[in-house]
């Protein structure tokens, strides 16, 4: 997997983007950017963690230092913009473009981490042209056939939080083995799941990392003692490493990788080929809240360290309160010792109107125990109308949810020619509310519960998408063969694609008929 011709890792020539004349920087007449936004645009050297809650011009900032660079000559080569959400890169390489007053396209990379390794991989031969990334639905349903579970019924027996976990210990194992540093290790929350340290003391092995990789790789083999009471936990946790191996041969004979795999396989080979890689000396970074050690260790290896570099970390410690969806105060203290001095923070609240930002700031410092000194400010002094601004309180859930749904009912009635959106916490809640909704007789439309690009039947319309860009796509295939009734099952399907693959056949090969194939009929009425 890893390409002996080297010179693929090169950067590609940027003689088939457009030239431009960058004229000199001044700032966006449009925007009137304040003292600290200034400040931010200009920083062209050094390390710098920059604070800033909603609607303080984020998005706006890191673009106008982009289109600054590019005017005090910085190559777009040599940039890297990396954001949260693929709708975040589009919006900030629209708004490049149109500071810059063209239509053209950039060599400039502006996504997320994922899709940065993504690109990484394909592009070096890292991974075959053929391989396809596989999401969690997919995965799950591989760890179930592995396990010998019918599709399905792994989540209906409960049996989902087994799967996860023996996925996350394929990615565990496949670290630990191929020597990735300790602080940068995912899934580490296995140890404390797992009482691994008695698992090896039953085995007669020294709990070490190296031990660790020889049970995942199946290169250590365990002395079980076969004289006493067998032991349930004993034979769990060995069948967890045996199926967290199958689970990566699994992917390895069919060319699949899942997300995890695109940041691990990017680190292992990047780590091993520095002397080859294409260096950044400009790059800037938002939602950092947000990011692992681990993909901020990606990071660093394409990070130029010479002393003209720059590297701006742009976040919000307010988010980073929510621990539940992946943000982590230990971050930001770990970025604050990096980055040193060099700490700036944004103050101003474009977005809000003073009443409303009023009632984040007291619910931030009374209860989130936020300094007030660092809170955000407006200029916005619009004064609430009669229905701008409600607190409303109940005694239990389902007074709350009558309330929510007169509430709604009132709105609507009063201004018809507008839109109502009712955010919840749960599933449960918005089901309840929708129900009332519709005893009320108030249309709406619920966006909750079943993601609908996980149904099979969206799932089946991708996979003929996929094929009809690439027919060698495997997964692809094995959803159109189940989706369309041919199997009864995904892993069957599976099994037959493989089969076919291995006597270097693909399912196209059995479509062509005179004149015409399945493939070319189906890119036409696309």
Same mark, same amino acid.
């Given at each position: ?27 966006? $007449? ?21 604070? /800033? ?15 600054? +660079? ?7 080569? #040599? ?39 993504? =690109? ?11 391989? %396809? ?67 090896? $003391? ?16 199946? %290169?250590?083999?365990? $002395? ?7 032991? $349930? ?26 997300? #995890? ?8 080979? +990047? ?28 990071? #660093? ?5 010479? @002393? ?21 105060? +230990? ?40 300094? !007030? ?20 309180? /109940? !005694?239990? @859930? ?18 018809? +020619? ?60 094995? @959803? ?18 493989? =089969? ?27």
């Amino acid at each position: 997997m890893i390409p002996e011709d080297m010179s693929a890792m090169l950067p590609e020539s940027s003689n088939e983007f457009p030239y431009y004349e960058y004229p000199v920087y001044t700032f966006d $007449k449009k925007y009137e950017n304040d003292e600290f936004q200034k400040k931010v645009i200009t920083l062209d050297s050094g390390y710098h963690l920059v604070l /800033a809650p909603p609607g303080c011009g984020k998005t706006d900032i890191l673009a106008e230092r982009v289109v600054r +660079a590019l005017s005090c000559g910085v190559s777009l080569d #040599d940039m890297l913009c990396l954001t949260f959400t693929n709708r975040a890169a589009r919006g900030m390489r629209s708004r490049i473009l149109e500071r810059l007053q063209t239509s053209g396209d950039m060599s400039l990379f502006v996504g997320n981490v994922h899709r940065f390794c993504s =690109h990484y991989l394909f592009d070096n031969n890292v991974v075959a042209r053929d391989t %396809t990334v596989i999401d969690e639905q997919e995965s799950l349903s591989i760890m179930a056939s592995i396990f010998g579970w019918k599709e399905g019924s792994y989540a209906s027996n409960g049996y989902k939080r087994v799967l996860t976990n023996t996925i996350k210990l394929q990615h565990l194992g496949y670290m630990i083995a191929n020597g990735c540093p300790k602080e940068f290790l995912m899934h580490t929350d296995l140890f404390r799941t797992f009482d691994y340290k008695t698992l090896f $003391k039953l085995v007669s092995l020294d709990y070490t990392m190296e031990n660790f990789a020889g049970l995942y790789n199946g %290169t250590v083999f365990p $002395k079980v003692d076969t004289s006493g009471q067998p032991s $349930k936990y004993l034979d769990d946790c060995l069948q967890q490493f045996k199926f967290a191996r199958k689970y990566q041969q699994y992917k390895e004979e069919r060319n699949l990788v899942d997300f #995890d795999d695109l940041l691990i396989l990017t680190y292992i080979h +990047a780590s091993q080929h520095q002397d080859k890689l294409k260096k950044y000396s400009w790059i800037q970074i938002d939602e950092v809240q947000d990011l692992s050690p681990f993909q901020f260790g990606i990071i #660093d290896l394409f990070t130029d360290h010479s @002393k003209d570099n720059v590297t701006l970390y742009l976040g919000d410690e307010q988010q980073a309160i929510f621990s539940f969806i992946g943000a982590k105060l +230990a971050t930001l203290e770990w970025l604050r010792e990096r980055c040193g001095e060099n700490m700036h923070r944004l103050y101003f609240n474009y977005r809000s109107p003073k009443y409303l930002l009023d009632v984040f700031n007291t619910y931030a410092n009374m209860e989130l125990d936020v300094d !007030p000194h660092f809170l955000p400010k407006t200029n916005n002094l619009t004064e609430a109308g009669q229905d701008s601004l409600c607190i409303l309180s /109940a !005694p239990d @859930k389902d007074a709350e949810v009558r309330l929510v749904a007169e509430s709604v009912g009132n709105f609507c009635t009063l201004y018809p +020619a507008e839109r109502v959106a009712v955010l919840v916490p749960w599933n449960k809640d918005a089901d309840q509310i929708s129900c009332e909704l519709s005893d009320r007789n108030i249309p709406h439309f619920k966006i909750s519960g079943t993601d609908l690009f996980t149904t099979r039947q969206a799932q089946l319309l991708f996979a003929h998408l996929q094929v009809v860009y690439m027919d060698s796509n495997m997964m692809a295939w094995s @959803k159109i063969l189940a989706g369309t009734g041919i199997f009864n099952e995904d892993s069957e399907a599976r099994r037959f694609v493989k =089969h076919l693959r291995d006597n270097y056949l693909l399912p196209s090969d059995f479509l062509n008929y005179t004149r015409s194939s399945y493939m070319l009929e189906l890119y036409r009425c696309c």
